[in-house]
């Protein structure tokens, strides 16, 4: 337990640094393009993620529950992510490039092609640090896993700082300054897992795609619905309004990611915690502990976030998002409860169950399109916001009972922080200090 919790403390101290250089970024990019420029940057940049998504087949995941039941070597399971890597970037980008020529005036009708193709050159760096920074968090590398992520938001910041006051900025720049930040972070990540591991091999190609493949694909069915349940919204809304309105949309789920981080941290660390873990009764006493104090958490941040919606987005944003205010209180009421699903989707992720989760996302995406389908022509992006935080909300509700069916786990065991939680964190502070700070 104190491992875990003194590992998530390092993840969310990660994620509030990177909370913190991504509301630059944003702020930057949204007040330098306007509503309009951020919509098209979002949805050039929202494209190749997809893709990534959609043609990756889980073998990230695989790699962290091969490491945590130790089936391959340290060097073969890095060795094969690197192969496959270079295999799915190239199907990738043919598989991209066919949308854009045969969909584009369907999908990005008000969208240069210029950027959808220039965004395109994201691709094989995503799958490099996708497949790569899955492999640390097998290895438990957690201080290495954060330091890739920093070090990559860092980048992105610097480079725009230097284009903001060096050139002409526009959407291009902006797009060419994020692909460069993701190709030098996969560089460095190369440089540090080699400094793990020493050299790599690729090994035993063929029964690792397929053992990787019945273990991951599920998980990336799960993962690939799960993305679009929470990107949806964002596609249907170009496709039924315009880039102006996800420009405006867009800024309201920045901030929500934000507010994701604290279930995020916890998540990136408990996924190989529950890989490798073989005592069941550890598992149902543990992961309700964390999914009722994420939760809490989570629900404290988000009501003073209502309160600051306002002067937050006018503030850091102009008041040329004064529309974005609306849709970010409501996304907030989603914000909480998807929290609490990624911490029980992520235990059943690694008890080897993905399938469960696909159910769940599969139901809850459906409903998702649906409300929007039906919300957005009529209220536009607050439609999007509450067909959203409805969808995201019943997902919680599902896996809430699957998991409580499952495992044999009380409900209120998952929401209810409770008091020894309380002494918990008075000794977890109490272990830190003696720790860190202690002469």
Same mark, same amino acid.
């Given at each position: ?178 692909? @460069?930040?993701?190709?030098? $972070? &996969? %560089?460095? !990540?190369?440089? /540090?897992? +080699?400094?793990? =591991?020493?050299? #790599? ?94 939760? @809490?958490?989570?629900?404290? $941040? &988000? %009501?003073? !976030?209502?309160? /600051?919606? +306002?002067?937050? =987005?006018?503030? #850091? ?101 409770? %008091? ?20």
């Amino acid at each position: 337990m104190n491992r875990f919790a003194v590992d998530t403390a390092i993840t969310f101290l990660s994620r509030i640094i990177q909370l913190i250089m991504g509301i630059g970024i944003s702020v930057i990019i949204a007040r330098v393009l306007g509503p309009q420029g951020n919509g098209i940057y979002t949805l050039a940049i929202l494209f190749p993620t997809l893709i990534v998504n959609f043609a990756n087949f889980g073998i990230g995941e695989a790699s962290v529950f091969f490491l945590g039941k130790q089936k391959y070597s340290e060097r073969e399971i890095y060795g094969n992510n690197i192969f496959f890597s270079i295999i799915f970037s190239a199907a990738g980008l043919i598989l991209a490039f066919l949308i854009i020529v045969l969909f584009k005036q369907t999908l990005f009708s008000e969208v240069s092609s210029i950027y959808l193709y220039l965004g395109l050159l994201l691709i094989p760096a995503m799958f490099f640090m996708r497949f790569g920074t899955y492999f640390l968090l097998g290895l438990q590398k957690i201080k290495q896993y954060n330091l890739i992520s920093i070090l990559r938001a860092f980048i992105f910041l610097i480079l725009l700082l230097v284009l903001l006051l060096t050139l002409r900025f526009d959407v291009k720049a902006a797009i060419a300054t994020n692909i @460069v930040s993701w190709l030098l $972070a &996969a %560089i460095l !990540l190369l440089y /540090l897992i +080699r400094q793990i =591991i020493g050299s #790599f091999q690729v090994f035993h190609i063929k029964s690792y795609f397929k053992n990787a493949l019945q273990y991951g694909f599920k998980v990336y069915l799960g993962s690939t619905v799960g993305w679009l349940h929470y990107h949806v919204d964002i596609f249907l809304i170009n496709i039924l309004s315009n880039p102006l309105a996800v420009g405006f949309y867009s800024v309201a789920v920045i901030i929500i990611e934000k507010l994701w981080m604290i279930s995020q941290a916890a998540g990136v660390v408990l996924f190989p915690h529950v890989s490798s873990e073989a005592n069941e009764d550890k598992l149902r006493k543990f992961t309700p502990l964390v999914c009722r104090n994420i939760l @809490v958490i989570t629900c404290i $941040a &988000a %009501i003073i !976030l209502f309160f /600051l919606s +306002r002067v937050l =987005i006018v503030t #850091f944003y102009s008041m040329k998002f004064v529309n974005s205010i609306v849709p970010f209180q409501i996304l907030l009421i989603g914000a909480v409860t998807m929290s609490g699903w990624r911490i029980l989707a992520v235990d059943i992720y690694g008890r080897g169950r993905p399938e469960l989760n696909i159910y769940i996302s599969s139901m809850c995406l459906l409903l998702n399109v649906l409300l929007n389908l039906f919300l957005i022509p009529k209220y536009g992006i607050v439609g999007a916001a509450w067909a959203t935080s409805c969808s995201y909300t019943l997902a919680f509700v599902l896996i809430t009972i699957v998991y409580h069916k499952l495992f044999d786990v009380e409900i209120t065991d998952m929401i209810l922080i409770k %008091i020894s939680d309380l002494k918990f964190y008075g000794n977890f502070v109490t272990m830190l200090r003696d720790r860190y700070l202690a002469p």
